[in-house]
């Protein structure tokens, strides 16, 4: 799924779709809101079961995403509940509050439209885990990262350091100046 021409975004570019001009249409976050190589990171608010008109134009309820960004709510779909379970747990109420990044997609088969949206199998980068100095591999990754960079930068990237971390980093690396990355 990665190009050279992906980039993140955190609030909606404006369009100039046609859908965009009618305000119906702008209700709930489509594919059309996206412009290719976008990737639209957005925090879940609130997830709930809410009433939407279908290409009939009969009322039908889905799953729903809020998201805490000003951008439009996204219907949740079985593909993309799957790709949120996957991060985050089975459990729908521990999605509340953790990050998401939602992209086009061309549509394969051609239902509904010639792109779809899809929440990415992956971790927001801004999403940080601590840094945890009893597990060896991170540890010898820290390390290697340290010694070739000479400061945090590439750890802190991906995870949260403090300051008893970052003195086991330093300790790590002079006194143990083979380690392989």
Request: net charge negative.
């Amino acid at each position: 799924m990665s190009t050279a021409t992906e980039h993140i975004i955190h609030q909606l570019s404006d369009s100039t779709h046609w859908k965009s001009l009618h305000p119906n249409k702008n209700m709930l976050l489509a594919s059309w809101n996206l412009h290719d190589g976008e990737i639209l990171e957005a925090t879940i608010k609130e997830i709930k079961v809410s009433p939407f008109r279908n290409q009939r134009g009969a009322t039908e309820e889905s799953p729903t995403v809020y998201f805490e960004e000003s951008i439009p709510p996204m219907l949740l779909n079985v593909t993309n509940s799957e790709n949120i379970a996957s991060m985050y747990g089975e459990e729908w109420p521990a999605w509340i509050g953790k990050k998401v990044q939602i992209t086009r997609i061309k549509n394969e088969y051609k239902i509904g439209g010639t792109h779809r949206l899809v929440i990415l199998r992956k971790k927001p980068v801004t999403e940080k885990r601590p840094f945890d100095t009893g597990n060896e591999k991170q540890m010898k990754h820290a390390v290697a990262a340290y010694l070739r960079d000479g400061n945090y930068d590439a750890i802190e990237k991906r995870l949260t350091l403090t300051d008893d971390d970052k003195s086991a980093i330093d300790a790590a690396s002079k006194g143990d100046n083979d380690i392989d990355a």
